[in-house]
């Protein structure tokens, strides 16, 4: 790849065909990383992932293409809406982050968390969330870089610990 990446970078159409192609080829991909846990997407994922996106919305996605390589998919990114109630608005949480690698440092994550942060302004969301792996230290610099931080009230009680349990 040379070093110049004409990007492209757009909100997903989840009823584009050629759109829900990429977001799952893309989305896949993450899903096999160590990163996104090392395990394909379920057929079951890749069977209804599309009306389901479709039916939400509370749901956007963002795609990168390197335009001067005719349009090669290159990133993803998937939002969902939620609602701050301290401060009576929507937030907006990035849940997947994607570059594939043959395209990482060269700016597309930026580039798309960038649209990204638009369009949750467009929303009226009064900030972004995301979780990112502690390993994971080129993603924490990243988004260090471009203005997250840990969530934290007040640092006497510490810092917020994303947790879950499967149902």
Excluded at 74 to 101: K, M, R, W
């Amino acid at each position: 790849m040379s070093d110049h990446v004409d990007l492209k970078i757009c909100q997903a159409d989840y009823a584009d065909p050629q759109h829900m192609r990429v977001l799952i080829e893309m989305l896949d991909a993450y899903a096999r990383d160590p990163m996104g846990g090392s395990k394909p997407l379920s057929d079951f994922a890749r069977e209804n992932l599309q009306q389901a996106l479709a039916s939400r919305t509370f749901m956007f996605s963002v795609l990168a293409f390197d335009s001067s390589q005719n349009d090669l998919a290159v990133g993803l990114i998937n939002c969902v809406e939620g609602f701050s109630t301290f401060a009576c608005q929507p937030l907006v949480n990035i849940h997947d982050v994607v570059v594939v690698a043959s395209h990482r440092g060269h700016g597309i994550a930026e580039g798309m968390l960038a649209f990204v942060e638009s369009l949750a302004k467009a929303r009226g969301a009064c900030k972004l969330t995301l979780e990112v792996l502690s390993g994971n230290a080129s993603a924490r610099k990243l988004y260090q870089r471009v203005g997250f931080d840990d969530y934290r009230l007040d640092p006497a009680t510490g810092q917020a610990q994303f947790m879950q349990k499967w149902l």
